[in-house]
């Protein structure tokens, strides 16, 4: 079985390689689907996996360009040892924010084999967290030092935008930096 996955995301990528010769670029619209959620294309777009249900009841997966930028990258296919690291599944549907939610998946993305090498995916969930009013380095600092209180905030964030405050400070859309600057 991981002998077949393994193969398969190695056609899927040597199919990427192919399609950038073509196209000269990576274009989400282009990707197969097995290799969507998590890249960026060339533009700087980052591509979305998106599941719909057909007539007939099928499901069928197509890779989207989502309106979301991702910052100083482009042209990126995310790698195995990334998407490992962080917790995240190659079939990823959308882009949200209910999985920070999860203690087991916000360790993973906290833990600094993920924090610490996989820009792409910290850049995705650190905005991602901003939208809802998160400052991602808090909530990982959180995780590591065993703070119950900003945890159990940051899991009610999933069933409504919140503000997090921590002491003297308050983390809100507005207020939370671009990952450039942190």
Same mark, same amino acid.
Do not use: W
């Given at each position: 079985?991981?002998?077949?996955?393994?193969?398969?995301? %190695? &056609?899927?990528?040597? *199919?990427?390689?192919?399609?950038?010769?073509?196209?000269?670029? #990576? !274009? +989400?619209?282009?990707?197969?689907?097995? /290799? +969507?959620?998590?890249?960026?294309? *060339?533009?700087?777009?980052?591509?979305?996996?998106?599941? *719909? %249900?057909?007539?007939?009841?099928?499901?069928?997966?197509?890779?989207? &360009?989502?309106? !979301?930028?991702? =910052?100083?990258?482009? =042209?990126? #296919?995310?790698?195995?040892?990334?998407?490992? $690291?962080?917790?995240?599944?190659?079939?990823? !549907?959308?882009?949200?924010?209910? &999985?920070?939610?999860?203690?087991?998946?916000?360790?993973?993305?906290?833990?600094?084999? +993920?924090?610490?090498? +996989?820009?792409? %995916? #910290?850049?995705?969930?650190?905005?991602? $967290?901003?939208?809802?009013? !998160?400052?991602?380095?808090?909530?990982?600092?959180?995780?590591? *030092?065993?703070?119950?209180?900003? #945890?159990?905030? /940051?899991?009610?964030?999933? /069933?409504?935008? $919140?503000? %997090?405050?921590?002491?003297?400070?308050?983390?809100?859309?507005?207020?939370?930096?671009?990952?450039?600057?942190?």
């Amino acid at each position: 079985m991981a002998v077949a996955r393994i193969l398969f995301t %190695i &056609s899927a990528l040597i *199919s990427v390689i192919s399609l950038q010769d073509v196209y000269g670029g #990576i !274009v +989400c619209e282009k990707l197969p689907v097995e /290799v +969507c959620a998590f890249s960026v294309s *060339s533009s700087g777009a980052r591509c979305v996996l998106e599941k *719909s %249900i057909l007539s007939n009841g099928n499901v069928q997966y197509e890779c989207q &360009s989502s309106e !979301v930028i991702a =910052e100083n990258m482009n =042209e990126l #296919i995310e790698t195995d040892e990334c998407m490992n $690291a962080c917790g995240v599944e190659r079939m990823t !549907v959308g882009m949200s924010t209910d &999985s920070l939610a999860e203690h087991g998946f916000t360790n993973k993305l906290c833990c600094p084999r +993920c924090y610490n090498s +996989c820009p792409n %995916i #910290i850049d995705l969930y650190f905005n991602l $967290a901003a939208g809802e009013g !998160v400052y991602l380095p808090r909530l990982c600092e959180s995780h590591r *030092s065993g703070q119950r209180r900003m #945890i159990s905030e /940051v899991a009610s964030f999933a /069933v409504a935008p $919140a503000t %997090i405050s921590s002491g003297d400070t308050t983390i809100s859309p507005t207020s939370a930096p671009s990952p450039a600057s942190s």
